[in-house]
């Protein structure tokens, strides 16, 4: 019976395996990393907020009292 090395692949084979397999995985790796960045939102797309609709959005969500609103809503009018 022959064994593994008698082909005279010897470690070569394996390596040669290895690296295959890094390869394509490196490949997919890379596809799946395109894919998302694609997904995701860029500035470009996205309008920008005034000053006073980040400053109501604060206001909804409790960051800051209706006094702290007022005030700092009178220094944006400004």
């Known amino acids: ?9 010897g470690m ?13 995985i490196g490949i997919i790796w890379f596809i799946v990393w395109l894919v998302r960045q ?3 939102p ?3 797309n996205t309008p ?3 000053p006073l609709q ?3 959005e604060r206001y909804a969500k409790g960051e800051i009292t209706k006094k ?3 005030d700092m809503k ?3 009018e400004k």
């Not at 019976?1 to 692949?9: E, I, S, V």
């Not at 070569?12 to 394509?24: N, P, S, Y």
């Open 42 to 44: 860029t500035n470009a």
């Open 54 to 56: 980040i400053l109501k």
């Open 1 to 9: 019976m022959m064994g593994y090395y008698d082909y005279g692949y």
């Open 68 to 70: 702290e609103f007022d």
């Open 38 to 40: 694609s997904k995701m």
């Open 74 to 76: 009178k220094d944006i």
């Open 12 to 24: 070569w084979g394996f390596g040669m395996v290895f690296f295959m397999a890094l390869f394509w």
């Open 48 to 50: 920008e907020r005034t």
